[in-house]
Protein backbone atom coordinates (compact mmCIF):
# COMPACT_ATOMS: atom_id res chain seq x y z
CA UNK A 1 0.00 0.00 0.00
CA UNK A 2 2.93 2.26 1.19
CA UNK A 3 4.64 1.63 -2.19
CA UNK A 4 1.67 2.38 -4.77
CA UNK A 5 0.85 5.65 -2.56
CA UNK A 6 4.69 6.73 -3.23
CA UNK A 7 4.35 5.86 -6.66
CA UNK A 8 1.41 8.16 -7.08
CA UNK A 9 3.20 10.70 -5.35
CA UNK A 10 1.53 11.12 -2.04
CA UNK A 11 2.98 10.98 1.21
CA UNK A 12 2.05 7.77 3.69
CA UNK A 13 1.21 10.52 6.09
CA UNK A 14 -1.34 12.63 3.95
CA UNK A 15 -5.03 12.92 5.48
CA UNK A 16 -7.34 11.11 3.58
CA UNK A 17 -10.81 10.50 4.50
CA UNK A 18 -11.57 7.84 7.18
CA UNK A 19 -7.29 8.44 8.64
CA UNK A 20 -6.47 9.20 11.86
CA UNK A 21 -5.25 12.46 11.75
CA UNK A 22 -8.83 13.24 9.51
CA UNK A 23 -10.67 12.47 12.10
CA UNK A 24 -8.64 13.87 14.95
CA UNK A 25 -9.52 17.49 12.64
CA UNK A 26 -12.86 16.31 13.15
CA UNK A 27 -12.92 15.86 16.82
CA UNK A 28 -11.31 19.24 17.05
CA UNK A 29 -13.54 20.85 14.73
CA UNK A 30 -16.31 19.26 17.32
CA UNK A 31 -14.73 20.29 20.50
CA UNK A 32 -14.56 24.23 19.13
CA UNK A 33 -17.88 23.68 18.36
CA UNK A 34 -19.38 22.96 21.80
CA UNK A 35 -16.55 25.44 23.90
CA UNK A 36 -18.48 28.52 21.56
CA UNK A 37 -21.82 26.65 23.13
CA UNK A 38 -19.72 26.91 26.37
CA UNK A 39 -17.71 29.42 25.82
CA UNK A 40 -20.15 32.66 27.24
CA UNK A 41 -21.33 30.70 30.36
CA UNK A 42 -17.91 28.77 31.45
CA UNK A 43 -17.56 30.51 35.20
CA UNK A 44 -20.94 29.36 35.60
CA UNK A 45 -19.86 26.08 34.28
CA UNK A 46 -16.57 26.27 36.16
CA UNK A 47 -18.02 27.12 39.14
CA UNK A 48 -20.57 24.14 39.52
CA UNK A 49 -17.43 22.29 38.80
CA UNK A 50 -15.65 23.37 41.72
CA UNK A 51 -18.25 23.43 43.64
CA UNK A 52 -19.30 20.02 43.07
CA UNK A 53 -15.60 18.63 43.62
CA UNK A 54 -15.19 20.66 47.10
CA UNK A 55 -18.46 18.91 48.60
CA UNK A 56 -17.52 15.31 47.24
CA UNK A 57 -14.09 15.37 47.96
CA UNK A 58 -12.89 17.62 50.71
CA UNK A 59 -13.51 16.04 54.16
CA UNK A 60 -14.54 19.25 55.85
CA UNK A 61 -16.77 19.24 53.94
CA UNK A 62 -18.10 15.94 53.81
CA UNK A 63 -18.26 15.52 57.69
CA UNK A 64 -20.38 19.25 57.55
CA UNK A 65 -22.88 17.73 54.99
CA UNK A 66 -22.86 14.78 57.72
CA UNK A 67 -23.31 16.75 61.03
CA UNK A 68 -26.38 18.77 59.09
CA UNK A 69 -28.18 15.39 58.14
CA UNK A 70 -27.12 13.68 61.29
CA UNK A 71 -29.41 16.22 63.07
CA UNK A 72 -32.10 14.93 61.03
CA UNK A 73 -31.70 11.53 61.29
CA UNK A 74 -30.16 10.84 64.87
CA UNK A 75 -32.25 13.29 67.33
CA UNK A 76 -35.90 13.12 68.71
CA UNK A 77 -37.74 16.11 70.32
CA UNK A 78 -36.37 19.56 69.55
CA UNK A 79 -33.14 18.56 68.35
CA UNK A 80 -35.00 16.72 65.20
CA UNK A 81 -36.74 20.33 64.58
CA UNK A 82 -34.04 22.39 64.61
CA UNK A 83 -32.30 19.64 62.31
CA UNK A 84 -35.33 19.62 59.97
CA UNK A 85 -34.59 23.10 59.82
CA UNK A 86 -31.17 23.30 58.98
CA UNK A 87 -31.88 20.64 56.00
CA UNK A 88 -34.54 22.60 54.56
CA UNK A 89 -32.22 25.56 54.68
CA UNK A 90 -29.26 24.32 53.02
CA UNK A 91 -31.53 22.24 50.24
CA UNK A 92 -33.27 25.61 49.84
CA UNK A 93 -30.13 27.84 49.63
CA UNK A 94 -28.64 24.72 47.57
CA UNK A 95 -31.27 25.27 44.99
CA UNK A 96 -31.28 29.26 45.02
CA UNK A 97 -27.61 28.63 43.70
CA UNK A 98 -28.65 26.32 41.26
CA UNK A 99 -31.32 28.61 39.64
CA UNK A 100 -29.22 31.64 39.80
CA UNK A 101 -26.45 29.62 37.70
CA UNK A 102 -28.82 28.19 35.58
CA UNK A 103 -30.34 31.60 35.12
CA UNK A 104 -27.11 33.54 34.38
CA UNK A 105 -25.92 30.85 32.13
CA UNK A 106 -29.38 30.71 29.82
CA UNK A 107 -28.90 34.56 30.39
CA UNK A 108 -25.07 34.57 28.69
CA UNK A 109 -26.08 32.16 26.53
CA UNK A 110 -28.25 34.42 24.51
CA UNK A 111 -26.11 37.21 23.99
CA UNK A 112 -24.72 37.73 20.61
CA UNK A 113 -21.57 35.80 19.91
CA UNK A 114 -18.24 37.48 19.15
CA UNK A 115 -17.29 37.69 15.56
CA UNK A 116 -14.77 34.13 15.28
CA UNK A 117 -11.91 34.46 13.24
CA UNK A 118 -11.54 33.14 9.88
CA UNK A 119 -10.62 29.49 9.13
CA UNK A 120 -7.77 28.68 6.94
Known sequence: MADARLAAGKSQYAAEPGRFIHSCGRVWDATKDVWSVLRPMRFCVFVGIAIT???????????AVLALLQDVFLREGAGLASGLGNAASFAALAFFWAFQTFYWARFVSRLPPRPRTPTR
Do not use: K
Not at 53 to 63: A, E, G, K, N, R
Open 53 to 63: VLILLVPQSQD
